[in-house]
T-cell receptor
Framework: DTGVSQNPRHKITKRGQNVTFRCDPI?????LYWYRQTLGQGPEFLTY????????KSRLLSDRFSAERPKGSFSTLEIQRTEQGDSAMYLC????????????FGPGTRLTVL | AQSVTQLGSHVSVSEGALVLLRCNYS??????LFWYVQYPNQGLQLLLK??????LVKGINGFEAEFKKSETSFHLTKPSAHMSDAAEYFC???????????FGAGTRLTVKP
């Protein structure tokens, strides 16, 4: 069990550029979650996968955001045409089994949009 | 809909003193409640969770929390603070499917020597 990993850990980009983040969950975890955390706030739910199926998306996930989990293992979160308001920590978590399972969080990717 | 309010964005205690971090929730269904801790530059780590059953939940590092339905509270306590407890603490609530976890804004705990 190597834990949830996220890459890159930090990303600085200019407004209007596209960025992609990767999350590798704990192996055999079939659930994968994406959250966004801004300074001074708790994480906000963005989206969730059960295996490769994206089952739920928050209204926070605008059309510029897309997430995939093509083989039910790692996941990517892409933000197109980044805006300064997208600057935040993007957290990934994974879990196993039914609804009350524990979510294990990765260290996050900090995005700064200049 | 679920929501969480954490009273006090900053709490400071002396080493050895009682730690009390407050959390009140709102939920339209029986809630599942969680406390997470976040150390600098690290991911969130689960301290404890309440699903069903015993309302006093014991977690890691000597923390515990009590689910009080009548008060819609889930306060986190530790009898004696240690310097290593200094971190950000988040309370969270989710409906029974755990797919839409709502976090509070967090409480930063400082422990003074």
């Amino acid at each position: 069990d190597t834990g949830v990993s996220q890459n890159p850990r930090h990303k600085i980009t200019k407004r209007g550029q596209n960025v992609t983040f990767r999350c590798d969950p704990i192996s055999e975890h079939n659930r994968l979650y994406w959250y966004r955390q801004t300074l001074g706030q708790g994480p906000e739910f963005l989206t969730y996968f059960q295996n490769e199926a994206q089952l739920e998306k928050s209204r926070l996930l605008s059309d510029r955001f897309s997430a995939e989990r093509p083989k039910g293992s790692f996941s990517t979160l892409e933000i197109q045409r980044t805006e300064q308001g997208d600057s935040a920590m993007y957290l990934c978590a994974s879990g196993q089994g039914s609804g009350t399972d524990t979510q294990y969080f990765g260290p996050g990717t900090r995005l700064t949009v200049l | 809909a679920q929501s969480v309010t954490q009273l006090g964005s900053h709490v400071s205690v002396s080493e050895g003193a009682l730690v009390l971090l407050r959390c009140n929730y709102s939920s339209s269904v029986p809630p599942y409640l969680f406390w997470y801790v976040q150390y600098p530059n690290q991911g969130l780590q689960l301290l404890l969770k309440y699903t069903t059953g015993a309302t006093l939940v014991k977690g890691i590092n000597g923390f515990e929390a009590e689910f009080k339905k009548s008060e819609t509270s889930f306060h986190l306590t530790k009898p004696s603070a240690h310097m290593s407890d200094a971190a950000e603490y988040f309370c969270a609530v989710s409906p029974d499917n755990n797919n839409d976890m709502r976090f509070g804004a967090g409480t930063r705990l400082t422990v003074k020597p």
